[in-house]
T-cell receptor
Framework: DAGITQSPRHKVTETGTPVTLRCHQT?????MYWYRQDPGHGLRLIHY???????DKGEVSDGYSVSRSKTEDFLLTLESATSSQTSVYFC?????????????FGNGTRLTVT | SQQGEEDPQALSIQEGENATMNCSYK?????LQWYRQNSGRGLVHLIL???NEREKHSGRLRVTLDTSKKSSSLLITASRAADTASYFC??????????WGAGTKLIIKP
């Protein structure tokens, strides 16, 4: 988890409110990812970025948007939080594409939507 | 999405014993990766084995890959209490996507 900081670490929010999670890296890696982890589902990719302003959807992108204006920062926004988005969110980085090189993960953000 | 299958789902052994976890998949892969996750923390990369490799070692970890059976195993020798964690396999496919297994929860009893 060295070089990757997620903020906040914990958040409780109400249904219908927007929420932004932040991932900051100091490794200068090109690729950044947002995953969610839920019991029984393992890790699921939400969105990823392959460069500044270059992003793409993962398998569970509905209800989420991302932005990457700088190499070091990758933001995940829940446009209108729902209870189904209660989860632990992980940011990860890699030097090359995720299927080709190891991922390095942050320590996660635990989000509760009430 | 297509998940990898891991077994067992949970494993409890005595300290000092060896632990073996297995991972199976359905698609062709470029590589297979193993990660460890301690409670409340992010995943930590352990080993990446490429499709043209059969075995790889790192300290007390040994990973094998059998592409004909579409399976891999992770062996932890001489287990320690600090090895208590969840272990995940992830397959890098030909589209540079990662397919994750659901994990094996390993408990090392003192």
């Amino acid at each position: 988890d060295a070089g990757i900081t997620q903020s906040p670490r914990h958040k409780v929010t109400e249904t219908g409110t927007p929420v932004t999670l932040r991932c900051h890296q100091t490794e200068n890696h090109r690729y950044m990812y947002w995953y969610r982890q839920d019991p029984g589902h393992g890790l699921r990719l939400i969105h990823y970025s392959y460069g500044v302003k270059d992003t793409d959807k993962g398998e569970v992108s509905d209800g989420y948007s991302v932005s990457r204006s700088k190499t070091e920062d990758f933001l995940l926004t829940l446009e209108s939080a729902t209870s189904s988005q209660t989860s632990v969110y992980f940011c990860a980085i890699s030097e090359s594409g995720q299927g080709d090189s190891p991922l390095h993960f942050g320590n996660g953000t635990r989000l509760t939507v009430t | 999405s297509q998940q990898g299958e891991e077994d067992p789902q949970a494993l409890s052994i005595q300290e000092g014993e060896n632990a073996t976890m297995n991972c199976s998949y359905k698609t062709s892969i470029n590589n297979l990766q193993w990660y460890r996750q301690n409670s409340g923390r992010g995943l930590v990369h352990l080993i990446l084995i490429r499709s043209n490799e059969r075995e790889k070692h790192s300290g007390r970890l040994r990973v094998t890959l059998d592409t004909s059976k579409k399976s891999s195993s992770l062996l932890i020798t001489a287990s320690r209490a600090a090895d208590t964690a969840s272990y995940f396999c992830a397959m890098g496919d030909s589209n540079y996507q990662l397919i994750w297994g659901a994990g094996t929860k390993l408990i090392i009893k003192p």
